[in-house]
């Protein structure tokens, strides 16, 4: 009985850190604001939004065309600002970090 009692605790307690642990990765998604070169057209936005949203550990891109600016939620522990611009750059659209949040 003792034994099922002590597995039962270590059972809840590893899934308790789990559930932490999944909610603090959460919490530490960071943005990042780009001002993008090159954009000329409409279909542009399009093409850099593709190339950030290859950057493994993003999240979400949103693109404004008439502001000339990337907006990018990511996960830190697999992506970084600096390779996230060069993906754009690398499409052809020059990224600048223009904010940090
Ligand atoms: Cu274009």
Not at 8 to 29: C, E, F, H, K, P
């Amino acid at each position: 009985m003792k034994y099922i009692m002590t597995v039962l605790i270590m059972v809840i307690t590893l899934s308790l850190g789990g559930w932490n642990l999944a909610v603090a990765s959460d919490q530490a998604d960071r943005e990042a604001v780009y001002s993008i070169d090159n954009m000329t057209c409409a279909l542009c936005p399009i093409t850099v939004r593709k190339a950030m949203e290859k950057v493994a550990g993003v999240r979400d891109v949103k693109v404004d065309f008439k502001a000339k600016t990337a907006t990018v939620l990511f996960d830190p522990t697999q992506a970084t600002i600096e390779a996230i611009a060069l993906a754009s750059t690398n499409a052809g659209y020059p990224a600048h970090i223009s904010g940090k949040k």
